[in-house]
């Protein structure tokens, strides 16, 4: 997988959004403006930060050498995953679980003014 590809998935789940608050090489996707996944896009060996849930933030460490604790992050809840090294549908069920992570623990209000269509 490549850093566009990781990309598309992101932005395919509702109510993402992408920037690049810290320089120009460091693309974040948000839901609810919190954080799932982060990425440094010029990696030659690209990997994206993920939050997960802890218990299982070991279990992937574990299961798969692609994945470390989270690096510059909270080791607890986040883990750098090695894109390139894991298969795609391992690394999509990783930021389906980042990105759930996040959405479940934005603020009901936030998550309702989310969803709720347009006036």
Known sequence: MHIEQLREICLAFPHVTEDFPFDQKTLVCRVGNKIFALTDIEEVEPSVNLKCDPELA??????????????HMNKKHWNTVHIHALPEHIVHQMLQHSYDCVWKNLPLKVRKQLTSPEP
Request: proline residues 7%.
């Open 58 to 71: 070991t279990a992937w460490r574990e299961q798969y050498s692609a994945v470390k604790p989270g690096y």
